[in-house]
């Protein structure tokens, strides 16, 4: 099992689906975000919707987090993404088209090798929008948003997932089970016993491609 980022380059984990597959093991790449209580809800409401816009807001303070951390500013580290892949996770979980990146402007501490802030526009492949803002310098309540907007309501996942509210109102969640990592173990457990892998790297892509095409932006520095 593997958590996030599931290794240091794309090319890395298509390698090793590769080889669980030739030795007959499991292999579960995980995105633990996808396990929040609101997630599944969000797939259904949106699979009998056509979908029209879209935002997230993934802000939240790096000194709370990450506090005196250094890998995560370092060449590999992520920075901002370390978090903002947590939602790229449930986007492409609960999205029926694939999304693509069509632009993106990171902003680089002068002192640092990783963005502190980051502005991605997506677009499925039906050609929706939708507005993507990471930050690592929010101070007071953190935020970790996806709002999606359909022709038929409105969902928010908020607090990361855990909770969903449609059309501005809080959906029952299943309360048999509590937080993301025993959903996530569950699934495991059931996957080891099928003797099946589960590995999917698109929100790895995404943040890949952020790098590739993203317009670079020198900013303050940052004290860790």
Not at 109 to 126: D, M, V, Y
Request: aromatic fraction near 10%; glycine fraction near 8%; proline fraction near 4%.
């Amino acid at each position: 099992m593997l958590e996030k980022p599931p290794t240091a380059t794309t090319r890395q984990i298509a390698l090793l689906a590769e080889e669980a597959a030739r030795q007959e093991r499991t292999l579960f790449q995980t995105w633990h975000s996808r396990f929040a209580a609101g997630v599944d809800g969000a797939r259904e409401f949106l699979r009998t919707r056509k979908l029209v816009g879209g935002k997230i807001i993934w802000k939240e303070d790096v000194h709370v987090w990450h506090p005196g951390q250094t890998w995560i500013w370092e060449p590999g580290g992520f920075g901002v993404f370390d978090p903002g892949i947590n939602s790229l996770s449930v986007l492409t979980e609960i999205l029926g088209d694939d999304v693509c990146v069509e632009s993106a402007l990171l902003e680089f501490p002068e002192n640092q090798q990783s963005p502190i802030a980051a502005n991605l526009r997506l677009r499925t492949e039906a050609g929706v929008e939708i507005a993507v803002e990471f930050d690592f310098r929010q101070k007071g309540e953190q935020s970790w948003d996806i709002e999606l907007t359909t022709t038929s309501g409105t969902l928010k996942l908020a607090r990361g997932g855990a909770e969903l509210f449609i059309d501005g109102n809080a959906v029952t969640k299943d309360a048999s089970m509590t937080g993301e990592y025993p959903r996530l173990y569950q699934r495991f457990a059931s996957l080891c016993d099928a003797g099946k892998s589960e590995v999917d790297w698109r929100p790895f892509q995404l943040v890949a491609d952020a790098f590739l095409i993203g317009e670079r932006r020198i900013v303050a520095p940052h004290e860790i």
